[in-house]
């Protein structure tokens, strides 16, 4: 369980006009002690448990400190820059910042980081990195420019990993962001692109990070108000190569998604984070803790007076701006259980019981009556049995993933699946892929409850798999009608079969709209047709005579007649795409697939009527918006073509004719489609072929 104690207000600050808050809070070589770092002249040191400072430095007039303060822990010294290139070094005995130690840089310093163990490293702006020591022996040395042109460094984060220092920074270009890895031991630098997915419209408001021996664990508060998780290998597989990173979800609406401010996030162990802001649009903004492993809320605090959007914590206290105050709210984060995420943790004992220890010390000789004899002997076992276990080799990621596959609940497996992922390509890598959803389609199979989607989601945009590697995947998807899953199948897999293809498209036509809006599909396919479009008029007579195409006639009988008339000004008549955006956006999916004509002819027959008639009215609708453009092509990124539309036309008729000509409802459209053959034949363009026979 996790637990906020009563907040105390270190001091007042006072904001300058227009800022966001300060420029940073950071720990000093004593734990109890902190500078703190306004966004205008001064940096003030702290000592919490006196809540009081120890000191107060300013730049002159004039000069601005532009990035925090930092202790120098190899020399229990402070460093700041002001004014982007003056950097300053000084001590508790000094008073005056304009007599303490200055250097000029050559370019402009974004962030200087400073951890123990390691001297303090400078980020520049253009994304390259010097060493304290090396930057002080040469300050007007030349810096390299790492990032592109209009790249930004939004978020920075220093660790020590293996006893060696590894730097990430994050930037944002044009809603694109990346992230740079710094090895220092190994001087690689390695670059990565995020992968949006479907929520590639959101911005990201705070990062945060955590390391383990294999990965960085970075997480993301986004404007949709949810939290993701993104893994980094440690030792990237091509350090060269501009690599890509998949987000996935980690909380869903944590805070309001209409927040833009006071929005932050902060990993406080392995499996709490503490998230700053308001959790529903009209409430208040608030600090809570959530458990990572379990998906609870822990604790929360309100701040009717709001927030800056800035989280600090060190050791068990978190800093932040409340109203213009700077406040300290100590926490404590118990171990994580299923008794402590449910707050059904015990915090007493019974008198007089005894309170048995988490981990048993064996090489401690117990009261048992065993002699000293026995005790060494038993210390000669165990080293013994320490040295056979460190030689034992390593599990393999890819047998620990298809141990867990087996066995293990749904989130897990998708964590152990987005680690073997981030490893990339491993000799095994396309047989690990079969095996690992071989086995997922078994339990799915064998537990009727056991539906793993993130992960089958994941393992199909590998581009390793296929129809005929793995059958059941569509088959399973088809049962669940999911209709996300489906669409990533045709999309990937080159040699689906046309009566599976039919399937998915019963499934595409019959799901409810109320079903679809709260489905996530890829949507890239589909243009925007919220926008009233014609239906059987057309804007400009002139350009639809030169698609070979007159929709103006109503009488079927007069259409050879009038076709060689002088066009006559008509009034608009418009009508809305007859499906929603998401349904398109799966029909488009099946007009991109790939088929033989012959095989798919008798499973469309199977389609009911009214199903065929409504694919048939958006086939037109697609038919009409490639007639407003003189290239005859869609706008987006990846529409459906002139012909792909055209064939399908054909296949329904030429399989449903019958059926669809006794509708009422579907005379219209048939009309307008025997119009559409007539016009094409008069303008000595065809591309329903020999389809006109049929009318």
């Given amino acids: 369980m996790a637990s906020l104690e009563e907040e105390f207000t270190l001091s007042s600050v006072v904001l300058n006009a227009g800022s966001e808050g300060l420029l940073g809070v950071e720990q000093t070589s004593k734990t109890d002690q902190f500078l703190v770092t306004d966004n205008g002249r001064t940096v003030i040191l702290y000592k919490v448990s006196d809540q009081k400072p120890l000191g107060s430095w300013s730049v002159k007039q004039g000069q601005i400190i532009t990035c925090p303060a930092v202790c120098n822990f190899q020399t229990g010294e402070y460093i700041v820059v002001h004014d982007n290139k003056v950097l300053r070094i000084w001590n508790n005995e000094d008073v005056n910042l304009d007599k303490v130690f200055k250097a000029t840089l050559s370019a402009e310093v974004c962030r200087i980081l400073s951890v123990q163990g390691t001297e303090p490293l400078v980020l520049f702006k253009e994304g390259a990195v010097r060493g304290l020591e090396a930057l002080l022996a040469e300050p007007q040395q030349k810096i390299e420019t790492v990032i592109s042109d209009e790249e930004v460094i939004k978020w920075t984060k220093f660790f020590i990993v293996f006893r060696h220092p590894v730097l990430i920074f994050i930037t944002e270009k044009h809603g694109n962001y990346f992230a740079y890895v710094q090895m220092f031991n190994s001087r690689v630098l390695s670059k990565y692109t995020f992968l949006f997915g479907q929520d590639e419209n959101s911005i990201i408001e705070s990062f945060t990070a955590s390391v383990d021996r294999k990965f960085i664990s970075l997480m993301s508060l986004s404007s949709d108000g949810c939290i993701y998780e993104t893994l980094i290998p440690i030792r990237p597989t091509d350090p060269e190569k501009n690599q890509s990173l998949v987000r996935s979800l980690l909380f869903k609406a944590v805070v309001s998604g209409d927040a833009r401010h006071g929005v932050a996030l902060t990993v406080l162990d392995q499996d709490h984070v503490a998230v ?29 007076q709001g927030t800056s959007g800035q989280l600090w914590y060190y050791g068990e206290n978190l800093f932040m701006l409340h109203g213009r105050s700077l406040t300290v709210i100590p926490y404590k984060c118990e171990v994580s259980s299923l008794a402590g995420a449910l707050g059904k943790l015990k915090h007493s004992q019974d008198p007089g019981t005894h309170v048995v220890p988490h981990f048993v010390n064996w090489e401690t000789p117990q009261e048992c009556g065993l002699g000293a004899q026995n005790s060494e002997q038993s210390r000669r076992i165990l080293r013994r049995r320490k040295i056979e276990v460190s030689l034992q080799p390593e599990v393999p990621p890819s047998k620990q993933l298809l141990s867990t596959v087996m066995k293990d609940s749904e989130k897990h497996i998708e964590v152990e699946l987005r680690k073997f992922l981030a490893i990339k390509q491993t000799p095994d890598f396309h047989t690990v892929i079969g095996d690992t959803v071989t086995g997922l389609l078994e339990r799915c199979k064998a537990e009727p409850s056991f539906y793993p989607q993130n992960c089958l989601m994941q393992l199909t945009q590998t581009h390793v798999l296929s129809y005929s590697l793995c059958p059941d995947l569509m088959e399973i998807a088809l049962q669940k009608k999911d209709v996300q899953l489906l669409q990533l199948c045709l999309q990937h897999f080159p040699d689906i079969p046309e009566l599976v293809t039919c399937a998915c498209l019963k499934v595409f036509l019959s799901i409810a709209d109320d079903s679809l809006q709260e489905t996530d599909v890829n949507m890239e396919s589909v243009f925007d ?94 038919y009409l918006k490639c007639s407003e453009n003189a290239t005859l092509t869609l706008p987006g990124i990846h529409p459906p073509t002139l012909n792909q539309i055209m064939d399908w036309i054909c296949l329904l008729l030429d399989a449903n004719f019958t059926v669809v000509v006794m509708m009422p409802e579907a005379k219209r459209l048939l009309i307008n489609l025997y119009k559409l053959v007539k016009s094409q034949a008069a303008g000595k363009k065809n591309p329903l072929g020999n389809y006109r026979q049929t009318f």
Avoid at 277 to 302: D, H, R, Y
């Fill in 276 to 304: 700053l802001g308001s959790p529903l649009a009209a409430s208040k903004e608030c600090l809570s803790v959530w458990n990572i492993k379990f998906q609870t809320l822990q604790n929360s605090k309100e701040l009717p």
């Fill in 529 to 622: 047709c919220s926008n009233s479009v014609r239906d059987e008029k057309m804007e400009e007579q002139t350009e639809i005579l030169q698609n070979g195409f007159n929709p103006e006639e109503d009488k079927c009988n007069k259409c050879d007649q009038e076709l060689n008339e002088k066009p006559q000004a008509k009034t608009k008549e418009t009508t809305l795409c007859p499906v929603i955006a998401k349904r398109a956006a799966l029909l488009n999916a099946i007009l991109h697939s790939a088929y033989s004509e012959t095989f798919l002819l008798p499973h469309l027959k199977d389609i009911p009527a009214q199903h065929i008639t409504l694919f048939l009215k958006y086939l037109y609708f697609l």
